[in-house]
């Protein structure tokens, strides 16, 4: 059964860097038609996707966040990471990384059918 | 942007059909995913590309998508039904999600 989970501090001082990681385990990142999501919910709010990457480093971001989100993959230690710069108090969420499925290779269709326990990280000094 | 407008509440009485809409410009044109989600808990895959579901999910779980409107329906609904219900949706290369709907079972 694959299995997600985030890991990375749950503290970060505003203007700072957000640095989370999802190790992947039950399955091979590398998996065709797999790309690897990152989601974040705010507490009390809706859910808002961050970004999505390929085992081959194809990234794509929500364009709201995209000046300030990198999202990279290591397919040696079956994980990707997140990293959110200038965080602000409005960035505190739950981060969920999730897996993408995009069924033959299509964006339209896709679908989040695997997620992590998520973490809390709170933006604050 | 593309938004997707979701009702924020929903109560249904048990064993009664909750249809819970998702409305968005040309939605029927693209695929919608449904999850839930209980209190605490990370989100479920409920029903993908409009009418599948995924393995594990029960038949009472059903969707449509046409006009500018798709709907997530539960018929027979169970006190375990009650969550949050988001929508989502692909617009070009953006994925979004509707503000969740809160489906009471009392």
């Known amino acids: 059964q694959l299995q997600l989970q985030e890991s990375g501090p749950g503290l970060v001082k505003p203007s700072e860097t957000l640095s989370l990681t999802c190790t992947v385990s039950g399955g091979s990142i590398s998996t065709s038609n797999c790309y690897w999501g990152w989601i974040r919910q705010p507490p009390g709010k809706g859910l808002e996707w961050i970004g999505s990457?390929?085992?081959?480093?194809?990234?794509y971001y929500n364009p709201s966040l995209k000046s300030r989100v990198t999202i990279s993959v290591d397919t040696s230690k079956n994980q990707f990471s997140l990293k959110l710069t200038s965080v602000i108090a409005a960035d505190t969420a739950v981060y969920y990384c999730a897996r993408h499925y995009r069924d033959g290779g299509y964006l339209t269709g896709s679908y989040f059918d695997y997620w992590g326990q998520g973490i809390l990280v709170t933006v604050s000094s | 942007s593309y938004e997707l407008t979701q009702p924020p509440s929903l109560s249904v009485s048990p064993g009664q059909t909750a249809s819970i809409s998702c409305s968005g410009d040309?939605?029927?044109?693209?695929?919608v995913s449904w999850y839930q989600q209980k209190p605490g808990q990370s989100p479920v895959l409920v029903i993908y590309?409009?009418?599948k579901r995924p393995s594990g999910i029960p038949e009472r779980f059903s969707g449509s998508n046409s006009g500018n409107t798709a709907t997530l329906t539960i018929g027979g609904t169970q006190p375990m039904d009650e969550a949050d219900y988001y929508c989502q949706a692909w617009d070009i290369s953006t994925g979004v999600f509707g503000p969740g709907t809160k489906v009471t079972v009392l």
């Open positions: 040309k939605l029927g044109d693209k695929y």
């Open positions: 590309q409009d009418t």
């Open positions: 990457i390929y085992h081959s480093g194809s990234t």
